[in-house]
């Protein structure tokens, strides 16, 4: 699959953000969808992680309660709503599809979206 994030932008700390990953391709619903993320100086991270279904979400706990990652196969479309962000959210956001088991590790995904940067002001 093809992948193309979108949705960053400025915010201030507290505020919410959705951001979108459309996806092409007959296959999504077969693929588990993960957000990574980068922050400046440092390695990409897992955010977090969705089964082909939607009925499974699994989070960094870095992220847990305050961002939701969900999925429209319909659409070819997966989501990360984001809540309650701080400043140690600031990154690059990519959307990977996996075809095997999700996983924490970024070679654990073959396809990788561009990024959409998130910046949050304290």
């Known amino acids: 699959v093809q992948l193309q994030a979108s949705g960053g932008g400025l915010v201030q700390a507290g505020d919410s953000l959705r951001l979108t990953c459309a996806a092409s391709?007959?296959?999504?619903?077969?693929?588990?969808m993960a957000w990574f993320r980068r922050a400046p100086g440092k390695e990409r991270e897992f955010v977090a992680a969705?089964?082909?279904?939607?009925?499974?979400?699994y989070y960094a706990d870095s992220v847990k309660a305050r961002f939701i990652i969900s999925r429209d196969n319909a659409n070819n479309t997966v989501y990360l709503q984001m809540n309650s962000l701080n400043a140690e959210d600031t990154a690059v956001y990519y959307c990977?599809?996996?075809?095997?088991?999700?996983?924490?590790?970024?070679?654990?995904?073959?396809?990788w979206g561009q990024g959409t940067l998130v910046t949050v002001s304290s």
């Open positions: 969705i089964t082909g279904s939607g009925g499974s979400a």
């Open positions: 990977a599809a996996a075809t095997k088991a999700w996983g924490t590790f970024a070679h654990d995904y073959a396809s």
């Open positions: 391709g007959r296959t999504f619903s077969s693929h588990v």
